[in-house]
C-alpha cells in the first residue's frame, strides 16, 4: 500500500519559515518524480515545486528564489524548506507522485502565514 505522509506545517508570521517533509512508501519513491502541491480556501489544488529522480526542479511562478525543494532518497522522503513566507501561501500542502496518482493524496499538512 502507498502511502505518502505529510508534516511541519505550522502557523508562523509573515517573512519567516517552515520547512515541510513527506515521507512516502519506498516501493514508489526512488522510481517517482515528486511534487509539493497545495490547495488553498476556495481554489483548485496547484502544484508548487518538483523534483524529478535526477533532482532536476520545476517551481511555480509565485514561489520562485523562496521555496526549495529536495529529495532525500535513503529516507525516502522529500521536503519543501519555503523561506519568506507570506499569507498568500496559507493553504493546506500535499506531496504525490507526477504526475499526480488520485489515491495517493494524503491529509495535507496546514501552512497559515500572518501578516
Known amino acids: 500500500q502507498v502511502q505518502l505522509v505529510e508534516s511541519g506545517g505550522g502557523l508562523v508570521q509573515a517573512g519567516l519559515s517552515l520547512r515541510l517533509s513527506c515521507a512516502a512508501s519506498?516501493?514508489?519513491?526512488?522510481?517517482?518524480?515528486m511534487g509539493w502541491y497545495r490547495q488553498a480556501p476556495g481554489k483548485q489544488r496547484e502544484l508548487v515545486a518538483s523534483?524529478?529522480?535526477?533532482?532536476?526542479?520545476y517551481y511555480a511562478d509565485s514561489v520562485k528564489c523562496r521555496f526549495t525543494i529536495s529529495r532525500d532518497n535513503a529516507k525516502n522522503t522529500v521536503y519543501l524548506q519555503m523561506n519568506s513566507l507570506k499569507p498568500e501561501d496559507t493553504a493546506v500542502y500535499y506531496c504525490?507522485?507526477?504526475?499526480?496518482?488520485?489515491?495517493?493524496w494524503g491529509q495535507g499538512t496546514q501552512v497559515t502565514v500572518s501578516s
Open positions: 504525490n507522485v507526477r504526475p499526480t496518482v488520485q489515491g495517493y
Open positions: 519506498s516501493s514508489i519513491f526512488s522510481r517517482s518524480a
Open positions: 523534483i524529478t529522480v535526477g533532482s532536476s526542479n
